[in-house]
């Protein structure tokens, strides 16, 4: 069975004339030709009225002719459009004129209603995020040139003005401002954006003309890459489509056999019985019934339609799902696994105090953790970059450094190794803690007893192995972290746990002030893999991680469904995460959760209701009970009903 594509109405949507305006020809011309046979018109005789009605008819037939001839091509025998045609100009053969243009009208109407919702339901998605502009004004040589933003390449500077939207990924040269980042996130409030933080394509500048350096190329912006994943959202279908398709397939040659079966049968049982009257112009009207009615365009378009409408339900609220297949697995996600940092805290840490060795000043020790921070992009490293700038530190930003997975960073400095990390990192480079042996064993012990029993986060410094300071930073969960607990208990989903590198303390205070049941510190990348793989092994569990898609992508991979928080500006969570929360909000968790179960809802709805009404109508219409018209509406009826209700998910706001 070929899908409802509705190409006619497509091809006529793309012309200057109304798409409207045939369907509206042919049903006056119908209204006209019953009533002059209502007042029984002299001139209207057997030959005026087959004339009439096939004028009635060619407006909207031609088109669905046309489509059944190009399927046919394309060795898709037994489509709608195939079903249509044999219908009604059946109908026409046995002088029912006025019911095959009748079936053929209002089959085309509702082509025309299902071309217009799915030309909607996309329309609405990519409004939500299609907000790159055509233009970027590039500052080269102290000159301004208005180009296209595919033009600029990264390391050129571009200049936005207030009210313009940033056409390329950038960090911001000048000075703070403020941008409304609503098509990104949905956010409603303006975010401060400061000197040498990321800028993302697609924000809006409030509050003045700013200068932006170009970090990727307009294809490779964020934006451009969320765009690209909505457009082949459609493609990762959901069970319940692929399985419509499947049944679609099996289905329509069946009915159509079935057809052919009440015509035959009957005669061959005449054949056998003679005193069994055989009139064949009503078998054929029977099965003529039966074939309009076996038309599964309800289901064939309503399901997509139905999972079109909850990816863009999720995208107004800030969630990027990124197929069919996701919004159902998340109804079944009974398991909520939870990074720490930046997913149920802040992530904005404040440096709480300076400890420096007895060789160092606390000036100097903070330059050398600056420095060897400046290049990353971790919440703790922004957090020290921001105290150091306050405290008027020179930073040295062309230091080179490498990434110690789970433990932090190595760089070299005036020919220096110089150490930055957590605390596991004094253990596993074996870091002399002081320059008198005698020293060492107390020293340790003050440091370990100090850094591992306080909630807070701590960096640690050191210099050529030698112990030379540390830096203390507190994080504070985010306003909603609670909300996004209590709305998963709602959910039946009481499973919950936290899965971080943090110390164990400070996982365990914050999973008593949230009511997490189970929380588990002091893990390496490693650790959370072996965890989550240990949940996996109880076959009941359907795990879902809610991470920042860095350091968790393999966590976020191995998961039943993987969602990153906060992800515009992390190629890790586009990449590797099903669905990306663009508000940073682990309340949209639950809110992801409930658009998933309502899409689900909807769709079985449509498909009890499609399967229901065709069922009945179906052994009516072989009983000669049913006729046309109960046809037409178990077949455009049900269908445009079922479309009625899958709009609902486009419309609402909230999935409960």
């Known amino acids: ?16 004339v109304s798409p409207y305006l045939l369907p509206t020809i042919s049903f006056l011309m119908l209204l006209g030709g019953i009533a002059l046979q209502v007042m029984e018109a002299e001139f209207f005789n057997q030959t005026i009225r087959l004339i009439w009605y096939v004028l009635a008819y060619l ?8 489509e059944a001839v190009e399927s046919i091509r394309e060795k898709d025998i037994f489509s709608e459009f195939t079903l249509m045609c044999i219908a009604t100009l059946g ?12 079936v053929m009208l209002f089959y085309s109407i509702g082509e025309l209603f299902q071309g217009n919702a799915l030309a909607k339901a996309r329309k609405n998605i990519s409004a939500l995020l299609d907000v790159r502009p055509e233009t970027a004004t590039v500052v080269r040589n102290n000159e301004y040139f208005r180009t296209a933003p595919a033009d600029v390449t990264p390391g050129e500077s571009i200049e936005v003005k207030a009210g313009e939207r940033v056409p390329l990924d950038g960090k911001l040269l000048s000075g703070t401002a403020d941008f409304n980042t609503a098509a990104l996130t949905g956010e409603s409030v303006p975010r401060t954006i400061s000197q040498g933080e990321e800028v993302l394509a697609g924000m809006i500048v409030t509050d003045k003309v700013i200068r932006l350096k ?49 015509v035959l ?21 029977r099965a003529l019934v039966f074939l309009v009615i076996s038309c599964p365009c309800a289901l064939v378009i309503s399901i997509p339609l139905g999972y079109f409408g909850g990816i863009g339900a999720a995208s107004r609220q800030g969630i990027l799902f990124k197929g069919g297949n996701y919004l159902d697995a998340i109804t079944k996600i009974n398991t909520v696994v939870f990074d720490k940092t930046g997913t149920l805290t802040k992530g904005i840490f404040e440096v709480q105090s300076l400890s420096a060795a007895d060789h160092l ?8 953790i600056a420095s060897v921070e400046s290049r990353s992009n971790h919440p703790i490293a922004k957090a020290i970059l921001s105290y150091a700038r306050q405290q008027q530190t020179e930073i040295d930003t062309t230091i080179e450094t490498t990434e110690l997975a789970g433990y932090g960073l190595k760089a070299v400095i005036d020919g220096k190794e110089v150490l930055v990390g957590n605390t596991r990192l004094l ?10 042996e005698n020293k060492v064993s107390s020293e340790r012990n003050f440091i370990f007893s100090r850094l591992n029993e306080i909630p807070e986060t701590v960096v640690v410094c050191a210099i050529d192995r030698q112990y030379a300071g540390y830096i203390l930073l507190a994080d504070t969960p985010k306003e909603d972290a609670a909300t996004a607990i209590k709305q998963l208990k709602e959910l039946n989903i009481n499973n919950l746990e936290i899965l971080s590198g943090d110390k164990q303390i400070i996982v365990s205070k914050l999973a008593t002030r949230l009511g997490i049941p189970h929380a ?28 920042d898609g860095i350091n968790d992508a393999p966590v976020l991979a191995l998961s039943d469904i993987g969602i990153a928080m906060g992800g515009l500006g992390s190629d890790a969570a586009i990449e590797t995460a099903d669905v990306v929360i663009q508000t940073d909000q682990p309340s949209k968790v639950a809110t992801a959760i409930r658009i998933g179960k309502f899409t689900r809802n909807i769709v079985w709805q449509n498909i009890a209701l499609a399967f229901g009404v065709k069922l009945v109508v179906l052994f009516l219409g072989a009983g000669g009970v049913a006729t046309m018209w109960e046809a037409v509406f178990a077949d455009v009826g049900v269908a445009l009903l079922a479309i009625l209700n899958a709009v609902r998910i486009l419309r609402t706001n909230n999935p409960d």
Request: proline share 7%; charged share 20%; hydrophobic share 40%.
């Open 1 to 16: 069975m070929g899908h409802c594509n509705c190409n006619h109405c497509h091809n006529e949507q793309k012309s200057k």
């Open 59 to 66: 407006p909207v037939g031609l088109p669905v002719m046309k």
């Open 91 to 102: 109908a026409f053969y046995i002088g029912e004129y006025p019911e095959g243009v009748a």
């Open 214 to 262: 170009v970090t990727k190329p307009y294809n490779q912006s964020a934006l451009a890459r969320i765009l690209e994943l909505v457009q082949n959202a459609s493609e990762r279908k959901a069970p319940a489509e692929l399985f419509i398709r499947k049944f679609a397939r099996i289905y329509t040659p069946i009915v159509t056999g079935l057809a052919f079966l009440i």
């Open 265 to 285: 049968l009957p005669y061959l049982y005449s054949l056998i019985q003679p005193d069994f009257l055989f009139i064949f112009n009503d078998w054929l009207y």
């Open 361 to 368: 000043s606390e000036k100097e020790l903070l330059h050398i």
């Open 427 to 436: 253990d596993s480079e074996g870091i002399s803690f002081h320059s008198d």
């Open 520 to 547: 588990y510190g002091d893990l390496l990348p490693e650790g959370k893999v072996a965890h989550l793989e240990e949940l996996k092994r109880n076959p009941e569990n359907r795990i879902a991680f809610v991470g």
